[in-house]
T-cell receptor, first 115, second 113 residues
């Protein structure tokens, strides 16, 4: 079954404690993205990756890091989380330039609370 | 990045009625997509309409696209309680960078049984 898998689904942490949210897709997609969703602000793109070792900033990259060492994985790293990073996070992947449709497939989301 | 802006922000209708929501965008596109999000879950792709199409149907969904006005509409006919969700449009920009798509705040649809 085609899917994007995020882990963990729920996470409560404290300010400054480094954390990683994992994302994996089994569709051999080139493109992957991270979004955060906050009430009244919609889904905002944090980072995206167009292929292995190719990443770029989205609209709200501050405080986040990503890596793309393998095509299937795109982890989101918060080196020193702060309360304003409390949010609902989504990973997405798409085939991008292959069919030029860029239909995105989303993970189930990670609800993060930073105390 | 290109963001779709949905309107209205919220819509409440009775089961069986039709629901119409609109999307506006700013730059030229190859296609426009609509997604649904059930509360707190990931977005799910519903339908894609290409820039050279004016209208597209899929089951109870009808999408129109007016590239001259840079707008699209999504019509859900004979709505059901299960259609209760938020709906988002995504207009990937034509001139490359179409990975840089930011979703708006969506239209929150409530279908009352």
């Amino acid at each position: 079954e085609a899917q994007v898998t995020q882990n963990p689904r729920y996470l409560i942490t404290v300010t400054g404690k480094k954390l990683t949210v994992t994302c994996s897709q089994n569709m051999n997609h080139e493109y992957m993205s991270w979004y955060r969703q906050d009430p009244g602000l919609g889904l905002r793109q944090i980072y995206y990756s167009m292929n292995v070792e190719v990443t770029d900033k989205g609209d709200v990259p501050e405080g986040y890091k990503v890596s793309r060492k393998e095509k299937r994985n795109f982890p989101l790293i918060l080196e020193s989380p702060s309360p304003n990073q409390t949010s609902l996070y989504f990973c997405a992947s798409s085939s991008g330039q292959v069919d030029r449709q860029n239909i995105q497939y989303f993970g189930a989301g990670t609800r993060l609370s930073v105390l | 990045s290109q963001q779709g802006e949905e309107d209205p922000q919220a819509l409440s209708i009775q089961e069986g009625e039709n629901a119409t929501m609109n999307c506006s965008y700013k730059t030229s596109i190859n296609n426009l997509q609509w997604y649904r999000q059930n509360s707190g879950r990931g977005l799910v792709h519903l339908i894609l309409i290409r820039s050279n199409e004016r209208e597209k149907h899929s089951g109870r969904l009808r999408v129109t696209l007016d590239t001259s006005k840079k707008s699209s509409s999504l019509l859900i006919t004979a709505s059901r309680a299960a259609d209760t969700a938020s709906y988002f449009c995504a207009p990937p920009p034509r001139d490359g960078g179409y990975q840089k798509v930011t979703f708006g705040t969506g239209t929150k649809l409530q279908v009352i049984p």
